[in-house]
């Protein structure tokens, strides 16, 4: 790879990474922005099938995806420096707060700035939602697919199974029909490279024993080693992204009573700020982890915003760059292949049910300023993004003026 040729396409990434507020669904319409109206780094066919791919695996969606669009550019090379692009800069200001906790709390910090991301992110999806729309749903079965994953996802949507059963649903749904994909035969075997696959087994064993070992016999700072194994767990397993995350993170570190490392308030504080931030929502394990080291010492504290930056991200990375191979190399069977139709119609009913989900916790019906303003925020991002080529980093900024303003 010849890096001065992939300079713009990073510095897209960087732009992208500092205004990707609203969490992967909200992501998802300035990845469309960015980087298939703008720089058409990717095709709306293309960049639907590596979310729907992403939805399969556990981990960060949005995080992977992003990774699949520096993989197309440049390969590995390129995807390993758009994963690292992409997490720094929220895992570092979560681990900056980790540290600025006292301060945040003493001082109560004003974020009326961010008081409009939300119904901004929402005009985002909106966004998303529209643009994917007339790209799948082109007959009544991708309609009733899209339909019926929207319900699923709307009452089902913190149940961390619910978006790859659906996927799977709607894949064996439209391979009933054999009318619009032809046959492909003589497909040839190609070597695949298991080193990711055998990474990923070897890094889980090892911190899951020095997790064990550490507890049973008490080593002096068996909380890194707890820490290691829990939030890579957290990475490897975890489907549902942040909604998922936030209970099973809150009941290890919360609720048990031998391992209450954090206050309820100290918790609800780092998940409060991460959502106030551009960058990936799983960012927020930099501030748990630090939190959770802060008691030996301020190296100790910068090693746990690392242990929780790596260790949550590294598991999706390996099993995203894994599988995708191997799914490029699945999909021209024909029973995939047809079943692509099905699974970009429920990634569509996905964001419509995002949608609805968000837009339900907004103020909007009530006669005041804000519910005024939020209407008019969802509504012009929804505008500006279909019908003008203003950049999202400019509504971002737009967005957090108003919040200043009002």
């Known amino acids: 790879m010849v890096l001065h040729r992939h300079i713009p396409f990073l510095k897209a990434v ?6 990707a507020f609203g969490g992967p669904q909200g992501h998802l319409g300035m990845m469309i922005k960015t980087f298939v109206e703008r720089r058409r780094d990717v095709t709306k066919e293309e960049l639907m099938e590596y979310v729907a791919f992403c939805q399969l695996l556990p981990g960060a969606s949005s995080t992977q995806t992003i990774t699949l669009i520096g993989y197309k550019r440049g390969g590995v090379p390129l995807a390993v420096l758009t994963l690292l692009i992409w997490i720094f800069p929220a895992s570092i200001l979560m681990g900056i707060f980790s540290f600025l906790f006292y301060y945040v709390k003493t001082y109560h910090v004003n974020l009326n700035l961010f008081t409009y991301i939300q119904p901004m992110a929402v005009g985002f999806i909106a966004f998303a939602a529209f643009k994917m729309y007339k790209v799948s749903i082109k007959n009544n079965i991708t309609f009733f697919v899209m339909v019926g994953s929207a319900i699923g996802t709307y009452l089902f949507f913190k149940t961390p199974w619910v978006f790859p059963v659906l996927i799977v649903l709607g894949g064996v749904v439209t391979n009933f029909s054999n009318r619009r994909y032809p046959e492909k035969d003589n497909i040839k075997p190609r070597h695949i490279k298991w080193t990711n696959i055998w990474l990923f087994i070897l890094i889980f064993v090892i911190v899951g024993f020095l997790s ?18 829990n939030v890579y767990r957290y990475g490897s397993l975890v489907f549902g992204g942040g909604d998922v995350l936030m209970p099973m993170m809150y009941e290890q570190y919360v609720t048990r009573a031998k391992s209450n490392y954090l206050t309820k308030e100290e918790y609800l504080t780092g998940w409060g700020i991460v959502r106030a931030i551009p960058g990936p929502v799983f960012s927020v394990t930099s501030y748990v982890g630090g939190m959770v080291l802060r008691d030996y010492g301020p190296g100790w504290q910068v090693l746990g915003c690392l242990i929780g930056c790596i260790g949550i991200f ?11 191979p191997v799914w490029q190399i699945l999909k021209k069977y024909v029973v995939v292949y047809r079943s692509l139709e099905g699974i970009n119609a429920v ?8 949608f609805l989900y968000l837009v339900k916790d907004i103020s909007i019906t009530e006669f005041n300023t804000v519910s005024f303003v939020n209407i008019v925020v969802i509504l012009g991002t929804f505008y500006l993004l279909t019908f003008t080529k203003i950049p999202a980093p400019f509504i ?3 967005c957090l003026i108003i919040g200043f303003i009002f």
Do not use: C, D
């Open 347 to 354: 990634v569509v009913g996905i964001m419509w049910a995002s």
């Open 212 to 229: 064990e070992t550490a507890r049973k016999q008490n080593w002096q700072h068996k909380r890194a080693y707890n820490l290691t194994e």
């Open 396 to 398: 971002v900024l737009g």
């Open 14 to 19: 960087f732009y992208y990474t500092v205004s």
């Open 314 to 324: 590294l598991p999706s990375a390996l099993l995203v760059l894994f599988f995708f």
